[in-house]
C-alpha cells in the first residue's frame, strides 16, 4: 500500500498494532483501513476481540462518573452497522449499558424510528429499528462506536438525526482509532456548539492516513493489474454438521432491536451451556490432544468462528466461551465474519486481505440483493500454517436459505472446500412482538368516571379494566400463586365486604389516629419540600399509597400553595414498576423532581423492587411513607408501627379501585398497567372521609411537624434516618422459627397483617404481648376467619400475619376458617 498505492499511516505507537491497510473496490474511497482487533477481515483471538471493546467501555465509564455520576447508569450505547455491531455491543458490556445498532436489513412490520446515510459506504442507508422507542428517549449520555473515526460524517448525521427528535445534553464518539485531520475536528467542534452539547471522544490509538491526490486512480489501476481473485484449490468436500445450540427463548441474537441489561445477564448464564453444545460438534474427541494441541478428529486442530455481517457479538461470545472449552482453545479458537465490503485480496505476507471468497448474498437481502458477500482471510492460501482444520458458521433463521447451501459459489461449498470439517449453527432472528413505532400514548384515568376521588387530587396512570371478570376465590388465588401457577398480579381477589361491626371499628380508628396520621403527613411533607424543593411530582403506589399521596398533596397546596401533580401508578412484586408509567412521568416532568409515595413499610421487599426497577432511569428511588416500621426507608413520619386506618379497608377507602394487574393479554406494551373501578360498592364508600378527618388536623399538628423535619435534616440526627433493615431480619428470623420457606409468607406490620386477614389464606398472627387498640380490627377479623392469634415478646412490629405455608384448597375449611396442620 504504501510503495504501489503511495497510503500511509502515521501516529501514536499503538496504531500499527490495531490497524492494517488495504484496497477497496470503491470508487468512493479507495482504502480500508483494516482493523487486527475488530473480528471482521482478520481472524483474531476472541478475548482479544471482546477485550478491545470492554477497554473502551470501561474508558467511558471512567469519563462519565468523572463528569456526573449519576449519568453513567442512564448511557445508552448505538453501535454502526454492519462493522461496528459486534465492538460496540461489547462497549455497552464494558459500560453495563442498553445497546442497539443500526441495520441495513427492514424487518417487515417495524417502522423505523431514525436513520441516517454513510456517504463513504458501498451501502449507505442505516436504519434504527428498536422493539421498545423509548431506548432512545432518555436524557442520558448516547454512546456512539464504530470501528473506526476518520472524517466524522457518519457521526454527525447520526447526532443531527437523533437530536431533532430526542435531544439530550451529552455524547460520546468511541472508535478503535481516530484518524481525523485538523478540518474534520474543527467541523465537529462546530457542530457540537450549534446543537449546545457537549461532546467527548475516546479512542485506543489516533493518528493520519496520508493519501495522494491521485489515490482513486492509483487504486482502480492496481485493483485491474491485480485481476479476479484465484478460486480455492479443488478438493473434497469437507463434513457438513449442524448443530442445535437451545438458544434460550426470547432471547435476541444481538442488539438489531435492543440489548437490554435483563437480556446481557441472560445471555452470560446461557453462555456455558451454547457452548457446551458447540464443543461436542467442533471437536468429538476434545478429552484426547493430538501432537497439534486439538483432540483427535480436529484437523489441524485452528477452529474459525465465523459471523454472519451484522450478527458478529453473538458469534464472538461463542467464539470466547469455546475457547475456554476447547483443549488448547486459547490459541486454537478465531473469530472473524462475513461482510459485504469488496476488498482486494493479495496473498502477500504485508497485506492486511490474502484471500478472499466471494459468494452471493443468502438473507435475501431487500435493499440490495443482487450484491456479492465476502470472507476474508478464511481460505489458507500459500501459507499451510494460516489453515483452519473447522470453520464453525453462526447465522440467524433469515441467512438459513438455499443460496446459502445450494450451488458452486454457495458459502458454505466453499468453507467444505477450504476446511476439513464445517459446523453450521443457526440462531433464531429475533422478531420483536412490540412494535417499532409507538402506539396511541395510554392517557391517564381521573375521577369521577374512574374512582370516587375529585380529578385535581390524583391522576391514575392505569388501564381501566372495570368490565373485565378478574376476580377469583382466595383459596384458589393462593394455590395458583404458591404453587408457582400464577402470579398475584395475574387475578384480583373478591372484595372484602365489612360487618357494621368491622366498619363500626375503622371508624374508631379514624377517630383516634387521625391526628397521628396528619403529624406523619406532615412530617414527610415538610422533610420532602426541604430536601427537593417546591417543584415536588407526587407518584403514590397504588392503591394504598394514593390517599397518603393525596394528604401530602393537600398539605403542600394548605401550608405553601402549592399545586403539586399526584399520580398513582403501579409496581408488581417480581414485575417491577409500571414502564409505560414511567415513560409518561419522564415525558411530563423532570424524572429528578418524582417521589415515589406509599403508605408503610413491611419487610421492606417493595422498597427493594422500586430500588431495582428504578436503577438507571434517572429516578430517585428514596420511597416516601408514613409509617416505616420496616426501617427500610429514610423518608418517613414515623417508625412506630401504628394502625394506619386506610389499611383496614381495600376500595373502599381507596377511591374504589381495585389493586394493580398485570397480564400479558390484558396489558400491551404500551399499555399502564390495569385496575378496575367498583362503582357498585359507592354506597359503602369512605374515601373521601378518611381523607377529610385526617386533613382536619393539619393546622393543629404544623408546629410539631416542622420541627420534626428541622430534626430529621440536622446533620447530628443523621443516623437516625439511616436505613438498618431490622424488619428484613425480624422476618427472616421468623420464617425459620415458624418453618416456611419463603419470606414472601410473612407479612410484618399492621398494614400488611391487615392485608393477609382480608385477601390471603392466614394462618397465624403474631402479636406483641401488651398491643392495645391498634390491633382490635386484626383480632375481630381473625375471630371471624378462625385464626389462632399468638402473642409473643420481642417482636418489633405490633403484629406479624403469617399465610398459610400449605397452600392446598384443605388449608382451610368449607366456611373459608383455618384449618390446622398438626404442626400447629
Not at 431506548?135 to 437523533?162: K, Q, Y
Not at 411530582?537 to 393525596?550: D, E, F, K
Not at 414472601?744 to 392485608?755: A, M, Y
Amino acid at each position: 500500500m504504501a510503495e504501489r498505492a503511495g497510503v500511509a499511516l502515521t501516529g501514536s505507537e499503538r496504531l500499527p498494532e490495531l490497524v492494517g491497510l488495504a484496497l477497496r473496490e470503491n470508487r468512493k474511497r479507495a482504502h480500508l483501513l483494516v482493523s487486527t482487533v475488530l473480528g471482521k477481515h482478520v481472524p483474531q483471538r476472541p478475548a482479544v476481540v471482546h477485550g478491545a471493546g470492554l477497554e473502551l467501555g470501561r474508558r467511558v465509564r471512567d469519563l462519565l462518573a468523572s463528569l456526573l455520576e449519576e449519568s453513567v447508569d442512564r448511557a445508552v450505547v448505538l453501535g454502526y452497522a454492519e462493522t461496528a455491531t459486534g465492538l460496540g455491543h461489547s462497549v455497552a458490556d464494558g459500560l453495563d449499558a442498553p445497546y442497539l445498532h443500526s441495520t441495513r436489513r427492514p424487518v417487515p412490520g417495524l417502522t423505523p424510528v431514525g436513520g441516517f446515510e454513510e456517504e463513504h459506504s458501498h451501502a449507505t442507508s442505516h436504519l434504527l429499528l428498536p422493539a421498545d422507542p423509548g431506548l432512545l428517549a432518555g436524557d442520558g449520555p448516547l454512546v456512539l462506536v464504530d470501528d473506526e473515526f476518520s472524517t466524522g460524517t457518519t457521526v454527525l448525521n447520526t447526532i443531527r438525526e437523533l437530536h431533532a427528535n430526542h435531544p439530550r445534553e451529552h455524547y460520546v464518539v468511541v472508535a478503535l482509532v481516530d484518524l481525523r485531520g485538523p478540518a474534520d475536528r474543527r467541523r465537529l467542534a462546530d457542530t457540537a456548539a450549534e446543537l449546545g452539547v457537549r461532546l467527548d471522544l475516546v479512542a485506543l490509538a489516533d493518528g493520519g492516513v496520508e493519501l495522494p491526490a491521485d489515490v482513486l486512480d492509483r487504486a482502480e489501476r492496481l485493483i485491474a493489474e491485480a485481476g479476479p481473485a484465484p478460486e480455492p484449490p479443488a478438493a473434497p468436500a469437507a463434513p457438513l454438521v449442524r448443530v442445535d445450540l437451545d438458544w434460550p427463548a426470547g432471547l435476541p441474537d444481538g442488539g438489531r432491536h435492543g440489548f437490554t441489561r435483563e437480556h446481557r445477564a441472560r445471555l452470560e448464564a446461557a453462555l456455558p451451556g451454547l457452548a457446551e453444545r458447540l464443543a461436542a460438534a467442533v471437536d468429538p474427541g476434545a478429552g484426547v490432544e493430538g501432537p497439534d494441541g486439538g483432540g483427535e478428529g480436529s484437523g489441524s486442530g485452528r477452529v474459525l468462528v465465523l459471523g454472519f455481517e451484522e450478527l458478529m457479538y453473538t458469534p464472538l461470545r461463542l467464539a470466547d466461551a469455546l475457547a475456554e472449552r476447547l483443549p488448547g482453545g486459547t490459541d486454537r479458537v478465531h473469530y472473524s465474519t462475513t461482510t459485504r465490503s469488496p476488498v482486494l485480496a493479495v496473498d502477500d505476507p504485508g497485506y492486511a486481505i490474502r484471500t478472499r471468497l466471494a459468494f452471493p448474498a443468502h438473507d435475501d437481502p431487500a435493499d440490495d440483493s443482487s450484491r456479492e458477500r465476502y470472507a476474508y482471510n478464511v481460505a489458507p492460501g500459500t501459507d499451510p500454517a494460516r489453515r483452519f482444520g473447522t470453520v464453525v458458521l453462526v447465522v440467524d433463521d433469515t441467512a438459513d436459505t438455499p443460496a446459502l447451501h445450494e450451488g458452486e459459489r454457495a458459502l458454505l461449498g466453499q468453507l467444505r472446500r477450504v476446511t476439513d470439517r464445517v459446523v453450521l449453527a443457526v440462531l433464531p432472528s429475533h422478531r420483536p412482538t412490540a412494535p417499532a413505532v409507538p402506539a396511541a400514548p395510554a392517557r391517564p384515568l381521573y375521577g369521577p368516571e374512574f374512582s370516587s376521588y375529585r380529578a385535581d387530587e390524583v391522576a391514575w396512570l392505569l388501564k381501566d379494566l372495570t368490565g373485565v371478570d378478574l376476580e377469583a376465590p382466595t383459596e384458589e388465588r393462593e394455590e395458583a400463586v404458591q404453587s408457582g401457577g400464577a402470579h398475584y398480579a395475574e387475578s384480583l381477589p373478591v372484595e372484602y365486604q365489612p360487618s357494621p361491626e368491622y366498619q363500626e371499628l375503622f371508624h374508631q380508628a379514624l377517630r383516634v389516629s387521625a391526628r397521628r396520621i396528619a403529624l406523619a403527613v406532615g412530617t414527610v411533607a415538610e422533610t420532602l419540600l426541604r430536601e427537593r424543593g417546591p417543584g415536588l411530582v407526587l407518584a403514590s403506589l397504588a392503591r394504598a399509597g394514593t390517599p397518603v399521596g393525596i394528604l401530602i398533596r393537600r398539605w403542600l397546596a394548605a401550608g405553601h400553595g402549592l399545586d403539586a401533580p399526584h399520580y398513582a401508578v403501579s409496581i408488581v412484586r417480581g414485575r417491577g414498576i409500571d414502564p409505560a408509567a414511567l415513560r409518561y412521568l419522564d415525558a411530563h416532568h423532570r424524572a429528578a423532581d418524582v417521589v415515589f409515595v406509599d403508605g408503610w413499610t413491611g419487610k421492606g421487599a417493595i422498597t427493594r423492587e422500586l430500588a431495582e426497577a428504578l436503577g438507571g432511569t434517572g429516578f430517585d428511588p428514596d420511597l416516601a411513607v408514613l409509617a416505616d416500621p420496616g426501617r427500610c426507608v429514610r423518608t418517613f413520619g414515623t417508625r412506630d408501627d401504628f394502625l394506619i386506618p386506610s389499611a383496614c379497608l381495600n376500595s373502599t377507602v381507596s377511591g374504589l379501585v381495585s389493586r394493580t394487574v398485570l397480564r400479558s393479554d390484558l396489558i400491551g406494551p404500551d399499555d399502564f398497567h390495569g385496575a378496575k373501578h367498583y362503582t357498585e360498592l359507592a354506597g359503602a364508600d369512605v374515601s373521601g372521609a378518611f381523607l377529610d378527618t385526617v386533613a382536619d388536623h393539619f393546622a393543629d399538628v404544623r408546629a410539631e411537624a416542622l420541627a420534626a423535619a428541622d430534626r430529621f435534616l440536622a446533620p447530628e440526627h443523621a443516623d437516625e434516618r439511616a436505613p438498618d433493615w431490622a424488619g428484613w431480619a425480624a422476618v427472616e428470623r421468623i420464617s425459620a422459627e415458624y418453618g416456611i420457606d419463603s419470606v414472601n409468607l410473612v407479612k410484618p406490620g399492621v398494614g400488611e397483617t391487615t392485608r393477609v386477614m382480608l385477601r390471603r389464606v392466614p394462618w397465624r398472627v403474631l402479636a406483641r404481648r401488651g398491643a392495645g387498640a391498634d390491633l382490635d380490627h386484626v383480632r375481630l377479623l381473625a375471630a371471624q376467619r378462625g385464626v389462632p392469634v399468638e402473642e409473643v415478646d420481642d417482636l418489633p412490629y405490633s403484629c406479624v400475619g403469617l399465610i398459610h405455608p400449605r397452600y392446598s384448597r384443605g388449608a382451610t375449611g368449607a366456611s373459608g376458617t383455618a384449618v390446622l396442620t398438626k404442626e400447629s
